[in-house]
């Protein structure tokens, strides 16, 4: 079946815009996460929603990254005002139970 | 959630078993050993996990001490399709906090 998707793919904007990045995850995958990835480094977490629980927000790293998520489907995070350390690649990840399934990411690069 | 150590960089020749270490000494007892990896320029694929016991799949081996502060992913037969950045990860596995806190991972070359 289809995997997590993104989109879009790369984004290119200029600092002080506001982006809107796009996660489908896996059908019936109740879990969604949120990642950032920069140029060369590990994994960070920035949100993770579980069903209708309230969202754990705690690695979102400024008031100006949030994200939304509409029951248990499509997911937007949303940086405004971007600043060009928000230069990285987000990956946004779905799972049902353990395992963490991810979408190939959006590379977003601020000018 | 528990934090973990791991070489930044292993080389392995291929066909042989790679072994990538990791330390993670403040385990608690309900969080499980993950390990992922990322090939260059994808998102991360998932290996294996396990709680006390050894664990294998058609992919890998995880081998976890008896006090379960460090564990060894084991890829038997080591292919150049398998060079990538491995990740250790220790979370709990259900219910609230769920989150996968990544570090840097060890950057696994396989020289063929």
């Given at each position: ?12 904007t ?5 982006v ?20 060369g480094?590990g994994?960070?977490f920035?949100?993770?929603?579980q ?19 509409t ?5 937007t ?24 399934f ?10 | 959630?528990?934090?973990t ?22 385990i608690s ?17 998932y ?14 081996s ?12 084991i890829l ?15 979370r ?21």
């Open positions: 079946g289809a995997g997590v998707s993104q989109s879009p793919s790369n984004k290119v200029e600092k002080g815009k506001d809107e990045l796009r996660c489908d995850p896996i059908s019936g995958h109740t879990a969604l996460y949120w990642y950032r990835q920069r140029l480094q994994l960070e920035l949100i993770y929603f069903g209708n629980s309230a969202p754990d927000k705690s690695g979102l790293p400024s008031d100006r990254f949030s994200a939304e998520r029951g248990e489907s499509v997911s995070l949303t940086i405004q005002r971007t600043q060009q350390e928000d230069s990285a690649v987000y990956l946004c990840a779905s799972s049902l139970v353990l395992e963490q991810f979408g190939p990411g959006t590379r977003l690069t601020v000018l | 959630d528990a934090k150590t791991q070489p930044t960089s292993m080389d392995c020749a291929e066909g042989r078993a790679a072994n990538l270490p990791c330390n993670h000494s403040t007892g309900n969080e499980y050993v993950y390990w992922y990896r990322q090939i260059h320029s994808q998102g991360p694929q290996i294996i996990h396990g709680l006390k016991n050894n664990e294998t799949n058609e992919m890998a995880l081998i976890i001490t008896e006090d379960r502060k460090s564990s060894t992913l038997p037969h080591a292919t150049l399709r398998d060079t990538a950045v491995y990740y250790c990860i220790v709990v596995g259900i219910g609230t906090g769920n989150q996968f806190y990544f570090g840097t991972g060890t950057s696994l070359t396989v020289i063929p």
